[in-house]
């Protein structure tokens, strides 16, 4: 539960950036609200286990009406890590709970994580520092290294290794050039 809130801070210094009074106004912008309801229900699965997932039944209705509110939908399974950037939540936001994603992750806005047939906890890991331009979507079973920039639009469903920019349907390794 208290590494939940470290990095729910964390998250929230990510989201006020270099000024941090904007967290003074930001504490019920939609993209707050979907973060800090992954980061309670994240806490409270890890804190009570199987019990939460009974407990979560009654609080269901107010749960819910803060999903349709932030448009966020952050599985509480998901083991994601601190430094959660969303830029637009409007066009929704889904997150499996069977991804392991490492820290920074950075959304755009209308992007999927979600989970193929087959797919389990092991085998659909997302590593540090990657972004999701508007509209991607990874599907696993796949394993995505650190430092992976996915373009908009792109649909990646392939492995890839570190400091890649990925693109197209399916998405592929562009080279940079100069």
């Not at 286990?49 to 609080?59: H, L």
């Not at 389990?120 to 590593?127: H, K, M």
Request: aromatic share 10%; charged share 15%; glycine share 12%.
């Amino acid at each position: 539960m208290l590494q939940q809130l470290r990095y729910l801070i964390k998250d929230y210094r990510t989201i006020c950036g270099e000024q941090k009074w904007r967290l003074l106004y930001m504490w019920w912008s939609r993209i707050a609200v979907g973060i800090f309801i992954y980061r309670f229900e994240r806490g409270m699965y890890l804190g009570l286990g199987k019990f939460w997932s009974a407990f979560r039944i009654i609080v269901s209705p107010v749960l819910n009406l803060l999903y349709a509110y932030s448009n966020c939908e952050i599985n509480y399974h998901a083991d994601i890590g601190p430094g959660i950037l969303i830029l637009h939540t409007s066009p929704g936001i889904v997150i499996s709970g069977r991804s392991i994603i490492g820290k920074n992750l950075t959304l755009t806005g209308g992007n999927i994580i979600g989970a193929r047939e087959g797919t389990t906890e092991r085998n659909f890991v997302i590593g540090d520092n990657c972004s999701l331009g508007a509209n991607a979507v990874v599907l696993g079973p796949i394993k995505l290294g650190n430092n992976i920039q996915i373009g908009a639009c792109a649909l990646v469903i392939h492995t890839y290794g570190d400091d890649l920019s990925l693109v197209g349907n399916p998405a592929r390794p562009i080279t940079k050039s100069i």
